[in-house]
């Protein structure tokens, strides 16, 4: 099967400019995460999405940090304006099923972001 | 609070030496524990997970929740078991479960 799909996989920006990610999970998988990683970090959820219905989004800077999954399928997650902290790999996963069960997480090959 | 910790950043062992890559965990409930690998250049994925009690790779993780810990040992390591590891937490949150990483150990062995 196809894996998770994310573009672009890198993106060099100036601050307070905006940026836009995409993520296509596994066909068929429910769940969609969107996960920063910070260089020397490991992954921290930002925003858990349960078909089209946010589920956790507790870590997500809202005042700058958007993200919408349409349809239950593919999902953007924006930046607006970006700040130099911003710089991360920012990965997408996705699941099975969530709900109360672990299920395994597949990971995309995430995008690499850079703000100057 | 949830959290896991990885004290080690770096660990450097030889060919055919055992590896122990340590993780302890912060967490009021039952947890489920995680071993996640990413090799060079590929994608984070899944090594094991506690409840299989599986030995995948010759790699094998034991709960000890007295300990609050889910060390990864590997008796005898190879060069392609150098990766970076990360252990990770499923907490509930809301009723869903989330991922919590620890920051990471980079495992190189060396022939």
């Known amino acids: 099967e196809a894996g998770v799909a994310q573009s672009p996989r890198y993106k060099i920006i100036e601050k307070r400019q905006s940026v836009a990610f995409w993520c296509n999970p596994i066909s068929g998988h429910a769940t969609l995460y969107w996960y920063q990683q910070i260089l020397g970090q490991g992954p921290k959820l930002l925003i858990q999405?349960?078909?089209?219905?946010?589920?956790?989004d507790s870590q997500l800077p809202k005042d700058r940090f958007s993200a919408e999954r349409l349809k239950g399928v593919d999902s953007t997650l924006k930046i607006q304006p970006a700040k130099l902290e911003d710089s991360a790999v920012y990965l997408c996963?996705?699941?099975?099923?969530?709900?109360?069960?672990?299920?395994?997480?597949?990971f995309g090959p995430g995008t690499r972001l850079t703000v100057t | 609070a949830q959290r896991v910790t990885q004290p080690e950043k770096l660990l450097s062992v030889f060919k055919g030496a055992p590896v122990e890559l340590k993780c302890n965990y912060s967490y009021s409930g039952s947890p489920e524990l995680f071993w996640y690998v990413q090799y060079s250049r590929q994608r984070l994925q899944l090594l094991l997970r506690?409840?299989s009690r599986e030995s995948i790779k010759g790699f094998t993780a034991d709960l000890n929740k007295g300990e609050t810990s889910f060390h990864l040992k590997k008796p005898f390591a190879q060069e392609e078991d150098s990766a970076m590891y990360y252990c990770a937490l499923s907490g509930s949150s809301g009723g869903y479960n989330k991922l919590i990483f620890g920051a990471g150990t980079r495992l190189a062995v060396h022939p």
């Open positions: 999405f349960q078909n089209n219905g946010v589920v956790d």
């Open positions: 506690h409840i």
């Open positions: 996963a996705s699941s099975l099923l969530g709900g109360g069960q672990p299920y395994e997480q597949y």
